[in-house]
């Protein structure tokens, strides 16, 4: 078998190097009890990646859900104090659209981290136990090719 890195493949090369003492039908139902045991461990695999994009995914809803209502409330509060004190200076219309950018920037900012985030959670798919479910499938096929 090939599948030097995966630590579950180890019990099923040890088991299938001894299977081939064994006759093929014996052999043969210890590889299908072999293989529901590695199945078993891909899916508990498949778990804990979805547990751990679903966080992910989550701080990024977060931020962005903090960027939402960050917006609002220096829209709400700031703006008025930044327009009057602005308003001394320049004219008041000036002023509404200096602290309008400012806002707009800020919101922006906020915005693009949380976009970040959702994309460093990549996909909610379990890629990494379904590349080890593929390799141990491809090394049961291998073994059996050897073994007829």
Do not use: C, N
């Amino acid at each position: 078998m090939r599948l030097e890195g995966y630590a579950h493949a180890d019990m099923a090369q040890s088991k299938a190097k001894s299977a081939s003492h064994e006759s093929f039908p014996e052999a043969l139902r210890e590889l299908a009890g072999e293989l529901t045991v590695l199945l078993r461990q891909d899916l508990e695999d498949a778990r804990a990646e979805m547990v751990e994009k679903a966080k992910a995914a989550g701080m990024g809803a977060g931020l962005l859900s903090a960027s939402f209502l960050t917006g609002l409330l220096a829209l709400f509060s700031l703006t008025v104090f930044a327009i009057v004190a602005l308003w001394l200076v320049v004219k008041l219309w000036i002023a509404a659209a200096i602290v309008a950018a400012f806002w707009i920037v800020v919101t922006a900012a906020l915005a693009l981290g949380g976009k970040r985030k959702f994309e460093e959670a990549g996909p909610p798919v379990p890629e990494r136990a379904i590349a080890h479910a593929k390799a141990d499938l491809q090394a049961v096929r291998e073994e059996l090719a050897e073994q007829e």
